[in-house]
């Protein structure tokens, strides 16, 4: 067998270059010649694969309209556009289907490729959010005996991109010798079943899939979204919702028009959507605060600040643990919880806790999803169907219960909504129509 340091490479060295790989989902336009496009699906070549088969197909693409075609179809991930190649893979079905042998082969060379291209200076991103695949077929001209599994885009790199590498878990956390361990946080629930048949498990159809904030708890919804905001990198824009938009504009404008000044806390920003709209918005004088359950969250919401061109010296930071916020008794003058009530565990002592750290007079704002909306009929007859969010369970609330819930622990001073409908985005109801909008909203002081 070759030793790699015959070869007179540092072994160490070469896996320390390799660690260094990481999605990159911006680009420069300058082109990649062929021949080193070439040169990567031929270093691909070597990966092993189920009987040897090499059922693996790449087809390349650098036609700018095939691209737009491309990213049209997925409806996301734009940076196939942006990419001056990109691979698109697939395999030819009818071998190697038992534990999806031939899927795994595709795989293997899929990432050989994205090394191969690393070394070679080149940046790469994997999408399997390819979209219908039968219209990429289509488009592409590949039987429909063939399955497409996803596009790497390979570029250079766009200077000032996102630097920080996705959080990896612990070799703790992924490891065991002997027998299974694995840290319980990172075992999450599923409906109770006598087994889980991997093929009826879906995206958008998941029968086992459990949304209660309260069966997940505290410890298991960190987990998940202190890994999965680097499903995107923390670029400038990222997790801004194209059709929701107009409504955070709108609930943060709302926000900031009463309750801008003094110490303001923004709780479990995720990928930080919110926190540059309050920045954007925050008076000269004012504090943010942001709490999220991890740091991995922290560190990306900083790095998005800072490619959206703000300033993270205006925010301070704290990781929150099992629903208890790291600040003093009478901290705080305002805490937003935008889109949050609905996705924590044990509500009403998250409330009182939220209340201990309000000053008497101060003000908690919450924007929350509202089950009796047409968005709700959505999250019954969709969402809730799939498997759960990225950024963790959640189920929207009734308004009524709600307001109640609230009401317990605080003064209610106001409650509206926002978009009854959806061509009616960011507009906001009172009176009967705001129980019925997407968003239902409650301003709620501290009283003693
Ligand atoms: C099978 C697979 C599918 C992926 N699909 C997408 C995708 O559709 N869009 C995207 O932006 N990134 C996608 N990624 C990239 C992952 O988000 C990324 O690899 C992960 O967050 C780890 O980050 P890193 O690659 O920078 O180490 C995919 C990666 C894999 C392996």
């Known amino acids: 067998m070759m030793d790699i340091s015959e070869q007179q490479l540092d072994p160490e060295a070469v896996l320390r270059l390799l660690a260094r790989r990481r999605s990159v989902r911006e680009f420069q336009t300058k082109t990649v010649d062929r021949t080193i496009i070439d040169a990567i699906i031929n270093d691909a070549r070597e990966a092993p694969t189920s009987c040897n088969h090499q059922m693996t197909h790449v087809v390349a693409v650098s036609d700018v309209q095939t691209k737009e075609a491309l990213v049209a179809i997925a409806g996301a991930n734009k940076h196939i556009v942006q990419a001056p190649v990109v691979l698109v893979l697939c395999f030819q079905k009818g071998w190697n289907h038992n534990k999806f042998a031939v899927v795994q082969s595709a795989a293997i060379m899929g990432y050989h490729m994205c090394l191969s291209a690393h070394l070679r200076g080149l940046a790469t991103v994997w999408n399997a959010g390819i979209g219908n695949q039968q219209k990429v077929g289509e488009l592409l001209h590949i039987p429909n005996q063939f399955e497409i599994i996803g596009i790497i885009c390979i570029g250079y790199e766009k200077e000032g991109t996102a630097k920080k590498k996705a959080a990896r878990r612990p070799l703790a956390g992924i490891r065991s010798w002997d027998t299974f361990h694995r840290p319980a946080a990172s075992i999450y629930p599923l409906k109770k079943a006598a087994s889980y048949p991997y093929d009826a498990i879906r995206i958008d159809n998941n029968t086992f899939s459990i949304f209660s904030p309260?069966?997940?708890?505290?410890?298991?919804?960190?987990?998940?979204?202190?890994?999965?905001?680097?499903?995107?990198?923390?670029?400038?824009?990222?997790?801004?919702?194209?059709?929701?938009?107009k409504e955070m504009d709108a609930e943060v404008a709302e926000l900031m028009s009463q309750h801008t000044s003094g110490k303001l806390l923004e709780v479990m920003p995720y990928g930080g959507s919110y926190t540059t709209k309050i920045l954007q918005a925050l008076q000269e004088d004012?504090?943010?605060?942001?709490?999220?359950?991890?740091?991995?969250?922290?560190?990306?919401?900083?790095?998005?600040?800072?490619?959206?061109?703000?300033?993270?010296?205006?925010?301070?930071?704290?990781?929150?643990?099992?629903?208890?916020?790291?600040?003093?008794d009478n901290f705080f003058d305002t805490v937003f919880l935008p889109q949050v009530y609905e996705s924590i565990p044990r509500r009403h002592d998250f409330l009182k806790e939220i209340h201990r750290v309000l000053k008497p007079g101060g003000r908690v704002v919450c924007t929350i999803r509202n089950m009796f909306s047409w968005f709700g009929v959505y999250y019954l007859k969709r969402?809730?169907?799939?498997?759960?969010?990225?950024?963790?369970?959640?189920?929207?609330?009734?308004p009524f219960f709600s307001?109640?819930?609230?009401?317990?622990?605080?003064?209610i001073e106001s409650d509206f909504g926002f978009?009854?409908?959806?061509?009616?985005?960011?507009?906001?109801?009172?009176?009967?129509?705001?129980?019925?909008?997407?968003?239902?909203?409650?301003?709620?002081?501290?009283?003693?």
């Open 403 to 411: 307001k109640r819930a609230i009401a317990h622990i605080f003064h």
């Open 286 to 328: 004012s504090e943010l605060h942001i709490a999220e359950l991890s740091q991995n969250n922290i560190d990306f919401v900083e790095e998005r600040v800072q490619q959206d061109g703000l300033h993270t010296e205006r925010i301070q930071t704290a990781v929150f643990e099992r629903g208890i916020l790291p600040y003093a």
């Open 214 to 245: 309260d069966v997940w708890g505290w410890d298991r919804i960190a987990d998940l979204r202190s890994v999965a905001v680097y499903s995107k990198s923390p670029i400038k824009g990222v997790y801004l919702s194209r059709r929701f938009e």
């Open 383 to 398: 969402e809730r169907r799939g498997q759960v969010k990225n950024f963790g369970p959640y189920i929207p609330r009734m």
């Open 419 to 448: 978009t009854l409908l959806p061509n009616l985005v960011g507009k906001k109801e009172t009176g009967l129509a705001k129980q019925c909008s997407r968003l239902y909203c409650i301003v709620a002081k501290k009283i003693l």
